[in-house]
């Protein structure tokens, strides 16, 4: 089980919800954030039970009712939270009163400096990464798979906050959320390869696990190096494995592809 106490990143109920929350996060009164869970919703089935998306095969009105009480939990209106469609790359699009959608279109990192504006994104393994900056007032939330890993999507955020918001990385607290860790996420050629086109001393980032032309990839790690070299110095990193944990979260790669994804969501009152 994951450990509660000494966490940056710890578990905790919100109004019979289990969720994950960022203990930092928490110093800054009109911050909402959470980290949703599978628990607690009305799907059934491999979507057991708060499945957040209605693109994996899910009943849509269970979604929408899952969507409802995770909501509810955090104190937002849905109508407030602002998604897009995920395309595992390094888009980021800045989202104001001006052009708030609840879908934002096909971008894998939103940002926002405004309050009352909820970014909300959803996972199986890919890795979230939350974004404060505590001074300018603003968040990011964006989606790092392996592909939006090799294109550098954190610091394509961090970029994006200090060009677009005028942020200063050194102000910026970015999570590592839970995604697939290093203990089970094995990758083949096509992975070791891009990796070694990306990273400096990219042999770093794998270890070896038997099976000729394959190895273990360290997403967390090569997200740390990415946020540390836009600047960014206060990194904090759940260290919480989506496939050993099915038990809280979804896992593409421990359920065979055949789950939900839960959620994330951040934003300023």
Not at 77 to 101: F, M, P, Y
Not at 187 to 207: D, K, M, R, Y
Request: hydrophobic share 40%; proline share 4%.
């Amino acid at each position: 089980m994951v450990q509660t106490s000494l966490q940056p990143v710890y578990p905790t109920t919100v109004q019979n919800l289990k969720i994950f929350q960022i203990d930092k996060f928490n110093d800054d009164p009109s911050l909402i954030h959470a980290i949703f869970t599978r628990n607690g919703g009305v799907s059934q089935g491999n979507f057991k039970s708060l499945n957040l998306s209605t693109s994996v095969g899910d009943n849509p009105d269970a979604v929408n009712e899952n969507m409802a009480i995770a909501c509810r939990a955090v104190g937002v209106l849905l109508e407030k939270t602002v998604s897009c469609r995920l395309v595992h790359g390094a888009d980021i699009a800045t989202v104001t009163r001006h052009n708030q959608r609840q879908m934002m279109g096909r971008f894998d990192g939103l940002i926002t400096a405004e309050p009352d504006i909820y970014l909300f994104m959803r996972f199986a393994d890919c890795t979230p990464l939350l974004f404060f900056d505590p001074v300018r007032r603003a968040v990011g939330l964006t989606h790092a798979g392996w592909r939006g890993t090799m294109q550098n999507a954190a610091g394509a955020t961090v970029k994006a906050m200090v060009n677009r918001l005028g942020c200063r990385a050194k102000n910026i607290t970015a999570v590592i959320g839970p995604a697939i860790g290093p203990c089970c996420y094995e990758v083949g050629p096509e992975v070791i390869s891009a990796a070694q086109h990306v990273f400096t001393g990219a042999s770093t980032l794998f270890t070896a696990n038997g099976r000729p032309g394959h190895a273990r990839f360290d997403m967390w790690q090569a997200n740390r190096r990415q946020l540390a070299d836009a600047g960014v110095q206060d990194i904090i990193s759940a260290e919480i494995c989506t496939a050993c944990h099915t038990d809280y979260f979804f896992s593409h790669r421990a359920e065979r592809g055949k789950t939900g994804r839960f959620g994330v969501i951040l934003g300023m009152q």
